[in-house]
């Protein structure tokens, strides 16, 4: 069944990469501390790995197209969402009790940690990577992203009381138990999570309340 809910609109383009790229660029000590592992233009690395953060928007594009990811394929990941978006609109967006967006953008991207969004919960904007680039699912990225959206400003009120690194990690885990629903194993299949379910706080459902989510494990 068709459920009608929300559109999701994929895009690349240089441009976005660019200001993509700048904004991971403002993360970087977090990234450190927390030791990701973030995709940068191969042009820039060896600067960024002495701490560089700063380049010209000329220095970032011209590195962003020489940038080489054999085998990404934005029509490619794009149809491999649409070939289950109605199976995540039915059996998972439309068991949720709280307001949606219309319109969720996605920018389909060669670099950064993998994933990450604007934290704008009614005007949400996800980064998605291409599959090549670190072997990552691309719905299950993509899901992953939608969710942490929707859980923002519970996570800005916790990291607010706990301070940033120890919030981080309850929402990691919050997230990957939505993720891991049985509702959505039709879409993201085996989810992989990236967090202990022993950082779940006691209220993890209220997080994102829902009607008809349940978990088999």
Not at 39 to 52: C, Y
Not at 78 to 86: G, K
Not at 121 to 139: C, I, Q, T
Not at 186 to 193: A, C, E, H, L
């Amino acid at each position: 069944m068709k459920v009608a809910i929300m559109e999701f609109r994929f895009s690349s383009t240089i441009e976005d990469e660019v200001s993509h790229v700048r904004f991971q660029l403002g993360n970087l000590e977090f990234f450190r501390a927390e030791k990701y592992d973030v995709t940068w233009p191969d042009a820039l690395k060896a600067e960024i790995a002495q701490g560089i953060a700063r380049f010209s928007d000329e220095r970032l594009r011209d590195a962003i197209v020489r940038h080489d990811l054999p085998g990404a394929s934005l029509e490619r990941v794009v149809q491999s969402w649409r070939r289950v978006e109605d199976r995540f609109a039915s059996d998972f967006v439309a068991q949720l009790t709280r307001q949606l967006p219309k319109v969720v953008r996605v920018h389909v991207t060669k670099f950064g940690p993998g994933g990450s969004h604007n934290g704008a919960s009614m005007a949400p904007r996800l980064v998605v990577s291409y599959p090549e680039m670190k072997g990552l699912d691309f719905n299950s990225v993509l899901v992953h992203e939608f969710i942490e959206v929707l859980l923002w400003r519970k996570f800005r009120s916790e990291e607010a009381r706990l301070g940033k690194r120890a919030a981080h990690a309850i929402k990691e885990a919050v997230v990957d138990r939505f993720c891991s629903c049985d509702n959505l194993k039709p879409v993201v299949g085996s989810y992989r999570k990236q967090a202990s379910y022993s950082q779940l706080p006691p209220d993890w459902e209220d997080w994102l309340p829902a009607k008809g989510l349940t978990w088999s494990q």
